[in-house]
């Protein structure tokens, strides 16, 4: 079982570049959500679906956007990278029920020159 | 608005010194609140969860709603207990917020 997997680890763009970041999962969840990481601000829910077909937006999704057309994937695209989305991003999934627990991914690193 | 604050964001004990890390929360409905734990080059994961009220590690927090908060407590701090823990509350529906996050350090 590879959990939660994320690509790439590392990219770096200049601003205006497009880019997506890949999330798939294998363990049937149907919640599926992006973070991103800063220093200082802890993790800040990007966008999050509750099941394919279904989309939200988080606590900062300006700039992202998602589709979920399959329960395994959940695509995070930059359509016009700009410096202030250099971050570390994490996708995470987990199923249904009360409280359920969140698996994240490795981690996805991209800097925007 | 739904919020979780860490005031510290870094703490730093003895080994075997006792260990609290604060958490408090804003929400107006019931909350499922978590404690999640990034130890250096691994993944985020779960660390315990109100709802299972479990000790993990020799960690326990307790859901304080009068004071609407979630510390997470060890009385006797480990060095491998060194990492990033953050506190996240889920509000229903799966969405899950995180607070900033609190760097412990044990030294030896």
């Known amino acids: 079982n590879a959990g939660v997997t994320q690509t790439p680890k590392f990219q770096v763009l200049k601003t205006g570049q497009s880019m997506t970041l890949q999330c798939a999962q294998d363990?049937?969840?149907?919640?599926m959500s992006w973070y991103r990481q800063d220093p200082g601000m802890g993790l800040r829910l990007i966008h999050y679906s509750v099941g394919a077909g279904i989309t939200d937006q988080g606590e900062v999704p300006n700039g992202y956007n998602v589709s979920r057309s399959t329960t395994e994937d959940f695509p995070l695209r930059l359509l016009s990278a700009a410096p202030s989305q250099t971050s570390v991003y994490f996708c995470?999934?987990?199923?249904?029920?009360?409280?359920?627990?969140?698996?994240f991914g490795e981690g996805s690193r991209l800097t925007v020159l | 608005a739904q919020r979780v604050t860490q005031p510290e964001k870094l703490l730093s004990v003895f080994k075997g010194a006792p260990v609290e890390l604060k958490c408090n929360y804003s929400y107006s409905g019931s909350p499922e609140l978590f404690w999640y734990v990034q130890y250096s080059r691994q993944r985020l994961q779960l660390l315990l969860r109100h709802i299972s009220r479990e000790s993990i590690k020799g960690f326990t927090a307790d859901l304080n709603k009068g004071e609407t908060s979630f510390h997470l407590k060890k009385p006797f701090a480990q060095e491998e207990d060194s990492a990033m823990y953050y506190c996240a509350l889920s509000t229903g529906g799966f969405k899950t917020i995180f607070g900033a996050g609190t760097r412990l350090f044990v030294k030896a």
């Open positions: 995470a999934s987990a199923t249904s029920g009360v409280a359920g627990e969140l698996f």
């Open positions: 363990m049937n969840h149907e919640y």
